[in-house]
């Protein structure tokens, strides 16, 4: 069979995304393969397609069992043979599964890595014809990686073992310039493809949040995704149990995961999580690993993290089944202090040499110091995350709240004097002190530790009392972000002078910076709309699947995801042929629920036949349309255009208004209108 059927058949899907078939066709040209594709990007059918059309068994090392279970509970409910072989099988059960591997019935086998090296299992191998060995998660066999696995090193042994040399693939969502190098060398790939595609996920909303109150900052999230599955990471296992504690008690479904719990615990919360029965997890960073959960809308940092590696991991474990998601971080000046506590006392590795543990503690602490800067920046969010893994991408996405926010670019010289100098008196004086001392120096607190240093009789003490403090500590932090000044560790993070202060109060170079006019922190998700589905229908579809899903024992997203059902309210499909068109629905999901999801939906359309008048969109038109931004370049003006937008749109159209008359009923410009109403196909 060939790679487009496959996908149709097993997978449902009609195109490849980027990168996707240019990894199958290498593998399929009998080439190693390295590929390098972030979380959510669809790493998995880059082997599993080729799995089903290379002739014998494809081995997938996997670190995680949970992740093998469901890897595998997902392909066969795809209608693929596919079993695992890891710790968690019963003598009875491991013997079943080595004796139909023998058979042949299987094309795909996820295997533990400390079960490649056991002699039964290499008796097995030697009887078996392996096509391919793919290698997922492929960073954990480097020590440079944040999750190295010394059980990994297995699989280099096992492949040497072999008296044939399979085809090897390997999967890893990170890899800085090291790890991959490690991964190439210590599998020894074979001249491998090396494919990496771009980190972007243009369906995350990014935003950065600076709360009072974070707690209630939370609540409005859960609010406005209410029904929705989500992830909230707090920094240690004191704030998970809190803040899932306060969410219990404010009547949201919330589950916990953190290392303190015991195994049991984990796992059921864990399942509660996947089956969504518990549809928000509040978890440590220990959470995560592992889970393809399709339908995460929203993953919420409540302290910041303490790499932007960590941060976009974590974050992307949302919207993996290409829907709008959100990735809020919460972000406060105490974070940062734990962030460096913990770096300054981690002891982790006991085999480093001082010398090396110092080198590994300055490159954490430059880490932290970028991860800062995110929370701190006026730009695209976006653009600094693709930066930092070395993407070039212009500096406006549309689609973070840097972005959405409406910006000014402010000249500050005076302000970074006053700020500068500030810190010049300080030092004089041989003190030092945080952010926070400075902000209240120039903003003129009555503090008492202003008055028992007193600080109040320097001369830059109130200098800057007009401004709100939130504009001094966005200006200071500006400065430390461009390397006027810069944040130390002392017994706490403090402020000094870089070499360069001088350009600022002696050269008088004039700055620039971009600050926020105003900020709606409520603003309605701007893509929110984008997916406006019959929601009535779309609720009868879930409850449709969560029955199919219970009887099978597995989580609905195996099912069917989200996104699929959400294509179907479209479609509204009524013949076999039509229910295959949708995206994510394969020949063998047809067969099995095509007559009773076709009839849900017959039912209810005889109910409400107007929903057929709502012109069927489909996706990736509506993919088109996040991208469409005002091409004026103006920012935080753009914003998507709904179902009922457009059909009012095309009846005043119709009713021979103007642009100028319909520009000022939608509040959008006479440009925004004439764009929308050529792309409506309406022109005059
Ligand atoms: P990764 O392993 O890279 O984190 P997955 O393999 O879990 O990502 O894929 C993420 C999601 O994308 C899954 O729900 C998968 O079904 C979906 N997906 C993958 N490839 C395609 C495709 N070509 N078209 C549509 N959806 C896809
Ligand atoms: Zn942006």
Known sequence: MEKYTILKKYFGYTQFRFGQSEIIDSILADRDVLCIMPTGAGKSICYQVPALVLKGITLVISPLISLMKDQVN??????????????????GQYATVLRRALNGQYKILYVAPE??????????????????????????????????????????????????????????????EEVREDIIGILRLNDPVVITTGFDRKNLYFEVQKPTNKFSALLKILKRNSGKSGIIYCATRKTVE??????????????RYHAGLSDTERHANQDDFLYDRQPVMVATNAFGMGIDKSNVSFVVHYNMPKNIESYYQEAGRSGRDGDPAECVLFYSGQDVRTNQFLIDNSNENPELTEEMRQEVKQRDRERLKLMT?????????????????????????????????????VDITVEAQKIISCVYHITKLNKSFGKTMIIDILHGSQNERIHRFQLNALSTYRIMSDLPVHRIRSILDYLIENDYLMQINEEYPVIKLTKRYGEIIKDRKPVCMKLPKQIEPDKPRKTAALYDVDIRLFTLLKELRHKFAAAAHVPAYVIFSDATLRDMCRNLPQTNDEFLQVSGVGSVKMEKYADQFMGLIKTYLSGHPEIRNIQAIPIAQEEDRIREKEKSGSPGTYHAWTLAEDSQLKKEYNDGLSAREISAIHHRTIGAISSRLKKLGLKR
């Open 74 to 91: 997902a392909l066969v409910q795809s209608g693929v043979n596919a079993a695992y072989i890891n710790s968690s099988l019963t003598a």
């Open 115 to 176: 079960r490649l090296t056991t002699d039964e299992f290499i008796r097995l191998a030697e009887q078996l014809k392996i096509a391919m060995i793919t290698v997922d998660e492929a960073h954990c066999i480097s020590q440079w990686g944040q999750d190295f696995r010394p059980s990994y090193l297995k699989i280099i042994e096992f492949i040497e073992r072999l008296s044939y040399r399979p085809i090897v693939s390997a999967f890893t969502a990170t890899a800085t």
């Open 242 to 255: 809190n803040i899932c504690d306060e969410l219990n008690k404010h009547g949201f479904l919330a589950t």
């Open 373 to 409: 800067f995110y929370c701190t920046t006026s730009e695209c969010l976006r653009t600094y995350i693709l930066k930092y893994f070395g993407e070039p991408s212009v500096n406006y996405c549309g689609n973070c709240s840097n972005c959405n926010t409406n910006f000014e670019t």
